[in-house]
């Protein structure tokens, strides 16, 4: 393990990304973003590997963690820096107590366009769409939905917040930076690109007209997503198919990420793409 560098200063440039990295994450990254555990670690790695848009460009871990962690930093490139620190010098650098002791600074390449992303689908394709959805926590868990439940692709509107996001990005276990996706254009704009290729697309709410389980899909299915609260605007309902998730009586709504996880489970099902 020749190749670890020690930090002793929080103040060292070289590790400057993750410099106080609750409010670096709400300012502009330019592609860049922070991994945080061994999940996204291990997520970050088989990407960076795969060779694609996502590359790894240094890690940051707890001193007493690196032997742990021996196996999973032998799966980055040599010339990958790894940097190493005391908790006390950890905590000072990340700006609160980091009790998982396992940081990276990675870098994506710029999304597809909207229309790119679509053009690439296959012909049988699954995708989930999100419009509005700014909880870090629920655009984290549309992304492990869509990884687990075999989503082709994800799709946001431009008010969705940005997926890499390191809540966002720990919540989906890494899957942001497996899953493909666009964040471009409005609602309408990016249905109305899914319409024109043919995709079924049926908008997700309560007060649906289907029951979800009782959709025969087509080979080409978006399933649509609004936020907590609001839910998806009239227009959207009033254009598409609506489907509901049927639950208790009473019970204004489910979440975000569970809605998104049943709908996706039983549509992907219906079309035979789970074992």
Same mark, same amino acid.
């Given at each position: 393990? @020749?190749?670890?560098?020690?930090?002793?200063?929080?103040?060292?440039? *070289?590790?400057?990304? !993750?410099?106080?990295?609750?409010?670096?994450?709400?300012?502009?990254?330019?592609?860049?973003?922070?991994?945080?555990?061994?999940?996204? &670690?291990?997520?970050?790695?088989?990407?960076?590997? %795969?060779?694609?848009?996502? *590359?790894?460009?240094? &890690?940051?871990?707890?001193?007493?963690?690196?032997?742990?962690?021996?196996?999973?930093?032998?799966?980055?490139?040599?010339?990958?820096?790894?940097?190493? /620190?005391?908790? /006390?010098?950890?905590?000072?650098?990340? #700006? !609160?107590?980091?009790?998982?002791?396992?940081?990276?600074?990675?870098?994506?390449? +710029?999304?597809?366009?909207?229309?790119?992303?679509?053009?690439?689908?296959?012909? =049988?394709?699954?995708?989930?769409?999100?419009?509005?959805?700014? =909880?870090?926590?629920?655009?984290?868990?549309? !992304?492990?939905?869509? +990884?687990?439940?075999?989503?082709? $692709?994800?799709?946001?509107?431009?008010?969705?917040?940005?997926?890499?996001? *390191?809540?966002?990005? *720990?919540?989906?276990?890494?899957?942001?930076?497996?899953?493909?996706?666009?964040?471009?254009?409005?609602?309408?704009?990016?249905?109305? /690109?899914?319409?024109?290729?043919? !995709?079924?697309?049926?908008?997700?709410?309560? @007060?649906?007209?289907?029951?979800? #389980?009782?959709?025969?899909?087509?080979?080409?299915?978006?399933?649509?997503? #609004?936020?907590?609260?609001?839910?998806?605007?009239?227009?959207?309902?009033?254009?598409?198919?609506?489907?509901?998730?049927?639950? $208790?009586?009473?019970? %204004?709504?489910?979440?975000?990420?569970?809605?998104?996880?049943?709908?996706?489970?039983?549509?992907?099902?219906?079309?035979?793409?789970?074992?």
């Amino acid at each position: 393990m @020749g190749r670890l560098i020690e930090i002793t200063d929080p103040g060292d440039v *070289r590790i400057a990304e !993750f410099t106080s990295i609750r409010e670096r994450d709400l300012t502009g990254r330019h592609g860049q973003f922070v991994a945080e555990g061994t999940v996204v &670690l291990s997520m970050l790695a088989k990407a960076h590997a %795969d060779g694609g848009s996502v *590359r790894a460009e240094k &890690l940051l871990l707890l001193k007493n963690r690196v032997a742990g962690l021996s196996d999973l930093i032998e799966q980055f490139a040599a010339d990958i820096p790894v940097y190493v /620190a005391e908790a /006390a010098v950890l905590d000072a650098i990340a #700006g !609160f107590h980091l009790h998982r002791g396992v940081l990276a600074l990675g870098s994506r390449a +710029a999304p597809p366009e909207l229309n790119d992303l679509v053009s690439r689908l296959p012909n =049988n394709s699954l995708v989930l769409v999100g419009c509005g959805i700014s =909880n870090h926590d629920n655009i984290g868990a549309l !992304f492990r939905n869509a +990884a687990g439940f075999t989503a082709d $692709a994800v799709f946001l509107d431009q008010t969705c917040c940005d997926p890499l996001y *390191r809540k966002a990005l *720990r919540v989906s276990v890494g899957s942001v930076l497996m899953v493909p996706y666009a964040r471009q254009g409005s609602a309408e704009e990016v249905l109305g /690109a899914l319409a024109a290729a043919e !995709f079924e697309i049926w908008a997700l709410s309560p @007060g649906g007209v289907v029951e979800i #389980g009782s959709i025969a899909p087509g080979r080409r299915v978006a399933l649509v997503m #609004g936020t907590e609260g609001e839910g998806l605007p009239a227009a959207i309902l009033d254009r598409f198919r609506s489907a509901r998730i049927a639950q $208790a009586p009473g019970l %204004d709504s489910l979440n975000v990420g569970t809605a998104s996880g049943i709908a996706l489970y039983a549509i992907a099902r219906a079309m035979g793409r789970l074992g």
